[in-house]
T-cell receptor, first 115, second 116 residues
Framework: DGGITQSPKYLFRKEGQNVTLSCEQN?????MYWYRQDPGQGLRLIYY???????QKGDIAEGYSVSREKKESFPLTVTSAQKNPTAFYLC??????????????FGPGTRLTVT | AQSVTQPDIHITVSEGASLELRCNYS??????LFWYVQSPGQGLQLLLK??????LVQGIKGFEAEFKRSQSSFNLRKPSVHWSDAAEYFC??????????????FGTGTLLAVQP
C-alpha cells in the first residue's frame, strides 16, 4: 500500500537534546512538508521541500532543520534551540509543487514530549 | 495575507442530526479549498476539495461542501451525523507564492462531538 510513514509514534527526550523525526513516503511524490500541531492552533508549516536536495523554511522554522537527500525521505531534526518543542508533528507530501497539485497526503504523526 | 477562519471551536450534535461546519477564507485569487478530518492522535484525511467548476462538491463519508465566492465561505455539511464522525475538522486554502509552492493555510479546527 502506498502512503506516508512516520516513526516513532511517541518520542520522549530530555531538554537540551536534539531529536530526529522520520518521514518516509512511497507515493513517488516530489513535494514533502513538515507541520507542527498544537491544541487550538491548527497546523503550522515548519519546512517544505519541492525537490530532492532543496528545501525552504516555512512559517516557524526556527529551532528546526531538515534534509532531503532522497525523494522518499524528509527527516526533521528538532534542535535544542527550539524553545517549546513538545507538540504533535505531521509530515505530508503532494504530487508536485505548484500548479493544481495542492492536495497533500498526511502521515499518522509523531508526538514529541520534551521534559 | 491569506487566512482561514473556523469560527466554531467546538460543536456538539445528536446522532442522526444534520451538521454544518463553517469556514471562511481570505484569498486574493480563486482559492483551492479543502476539508480534512483528524481522529484523535492520528494524521489528517482529506474529505473533499474544490478547485473549480461546480460549487457543490461531494466528498467521502457522505460529506459535501459548498463554495460561495460572494461570502468567501466553504462550509462543510452532512445530512445525518454518525457517532463515528466525532473528530476534529480542518478547513484549508491552497496558497501559491513566488515559486508556486503547494502551501496550505489551515484554520484552527472545529472539534465535533456526537451525542447518542
Amino acid at each position: 500500500d502506498g502512503g506516508i510513514t512516520q516513526s516513532p509514534k511517541y518520542l520522549f527526550r530530555k531538554e537540551g537534546q536534539n531529536v530526529t523525526l522520520s518521514c518516509e513516503q512511497n507515493l513517488n511524490h516530489d513535494a514533502m512538508y513538515w507541520y507542527r500541531q498544537d491544541p487550538g492552533q491548527g497546523l503550522r508549516l515548519i519546512y517544505y521541500s519541492q525537490i530532492v536536495n532543496d528545501f525552504q523554511k516555512g512559517d516557524i522554522a526556527e529551532g528546526y532543520s531538515v534534509s532531503r537527500e532522497k525523494k522518499e525521505s524528509f527527516p526533521l531534526t528538532v534542535t535544542s534551540a527550539q524553545k517549546n518543542p513538545t507538540a504533535f508533528y505531521l509530515c505530508a507530501s503532494s504530487i508536485a509543487p505548484g500548479g493544481l497539485h495542492y492536495e497533500q497526503y498526511f502521515g499518522p504523526g509523531t508526538r514529541l514530549t520534551v521534559t | 495575507a491569506q487566512s482561514v477562519t473556523q469560527p466554531d471551536i467546538h460543536i456538539t450534535v445528536s446522532e442522526g442530526a444534520s451538521l454544518e461546519l463553517r469556514c471562511n477564507y481570505s484569498y486574493g485569487a480563486t482559492p483551492y479549498l479543502f476539508w480534512y478530518v483528524q481522529s484523535p492522535g492520528q494524521g489528517l484525511q482529506l474529505l473533499l476539495k474544490y478547485f473549480s467548476g461546480d460549487t457543490l462538491v461531494q466528498g467521502i463519508k457522505g460529506f459535501e461542501a459548498e463554495f460561495k465566492r460572494s461570502q468567501s465561505s466553504f462550509n462543510l455539511r452532512k445530512p445525518s451525523v454518525h457517532w463515528s464522525d466525532a473528530a476534529e475538522y480542518f478547513c484549508a486554502v491552497g496558497a501559491g507564492y513566488g515559486g508556486a509552492t503547494n502551501k496550505l493555510i489551515f484554520g484552527t479546527g472545529t472539534l465535533l462531538a456526537v451525542q447518542p
